[in-house]
Structures are given as structure tokens and as C-alpha cells.
């Protein structure tokens, strides 16, 4: 289930990096848009970085809680 939510993250973000893109090059586009998109690209960047850090700081307070839980008889 959490490697799913990664793939959408990655997802939205390369998407919003897309519609960035399109604003830039488009001579309809303004730059309204392409500021909320890369704030938007921003924004799920940093959200899949927090995510992916509490995910490893669990992993790693399991496997420590798991080793001393073997110490005691």
C-alpha cells in the first residue's frame, strides 16, 4: 500500500512538472498557472520526502525494539 501512495506521489509531481512546462511554452498560459503548479510540484516533493523519512525512522525503532525485545529472557 505504501509503495502505491510513492507511485501517485510521483505521479502528481511529474504531472505538475508537465503542466509547468505547458504554461511556460504556451502563449495562453499565464503565470498564475504555472506558479501553482510548480508551488504544487513543491509541496508533493516535500511531502513524499517526510513521509519516506518516517517510514525509515519506524523501520528503524522496529528492528531496534525488535533486538532488545530478544535480550530479555
Known sequence: ???ILILIAFGLIIYNMG???FNLVSSKGN???LLKA???RVLFSISLFYVACII???K????FYNQSCDLIP
Not at 528503524?60 to 528492528?63: A, F
Open 1 to 3: 500500500m505504501i509503495k
Open 19 to 21: 503542466k509547468a512546462l
Open 31 to 33: 503565470s498564475k498557472n
Open 38 to 40: 510548480l508551488a504544487l
Open 56 to 58: 525509515k525512522i519506524m
Open 60 to 63: 528503524i525503532t522496529l528492528k
